[in-house]
């Protein structure tokens, strides 16, 4: 994979829907400020189901890897999207990974580019620290174009029900996901208590 075409400038151009003029966005790391808005596009986009993902009983009492929690804003300042990513362990004992998700964009922008953008900053930075892999869970139609498949992902699992074919990967280093099986488990940096009854 060529990580040099994910390289990210910043600010994004954006090509706009027809009838709108084009626009722009910065993606940046998330801030505190953003939770609210962050949550309400969660919510919005994926359901009151959302909490009940398979993916997210990898992220529950967790905090995002560290660097790896992005959001868009547009040119007036407005919220657009959120990218996170997740550590992740790749079996019992198994190599370290990052868990992409959820990739939300607020829905009067959808088919913009900002989930592109987001991805693309996304797997750029986390190439940039040193990750070897990402994972997530998709349709492959969408997430095939930044070079994700299930074609390295078929000996390993999620933790409780999911569709195997919509678990994907992308290899950051060539041959990190070679032997590796299992069920994912959930890695790096714990909520502390107060942000755990603040999320709940």
């Known amino acids: 994979m060529d990580i040099a075409n994910f390289i990210d400038e910043g600010a994004w151009p954006i090509s706009p829907l027809v009838g709108e003029s084009a626009r722009a966005i910065a993606i ?4 505190s400020a953003d939770v609210v808005a962050r949550e309400a596009l969660l919510d919005d986009a ?3 189901m959302r909490r009940k993902k398979s993916s997210e009983k990898l992220r529950r009492g967790r905090r995002p890897s560290e660097g790896l929690a992005f959001v ?12 996170r990513l ?31 953008a987001l991805m693309r900053h996304a797997i ?13 869970v ?9 070079g994700f498949s299930a074609a390295r992902t078929g000996s390993l699992a999620m933790p409780g029900p999911y569709e195997r074919h919509r678990l ?9 996901l070679d ?8 890695a790096g940096r714990t909520l502390k208590a107060q942000q755990l009854t603040s999320a709940a």
């Open 124 to 136: 750029a930075e986390a190439a940039r620290l040193g990750h070897a892999a990402i994972l997530l």
């Open 179 to 186: 032997g590796v099986h299992g069920t994912l488990k959930a």
């Open 86 to 116: 997740w550590d992740v362990r790749l079996g019992e004992g198994g190599p370290a990974a990052l868990l992409l998700g959820p990739l939300a964009v607020e829905p009067s922008l959808k088919s913009a580019g900002i989930g592109s």
């Open 138 to 146: 998709g349709d492959a139609p969408y997430y095939g174009r930044f």
């Open 72 to 83: 868009a804003h547009d040119a007036s300042g407005a919220f657009a999207g959120t990218v």
């Open 46 to 48: 994926m359901g009151p």
């Open 28 to 31: 940046v790391a998330e801030t």
């Open 168 to 176: 994907l990967a992308l290899e950051l280093v060539d041959g990190a």
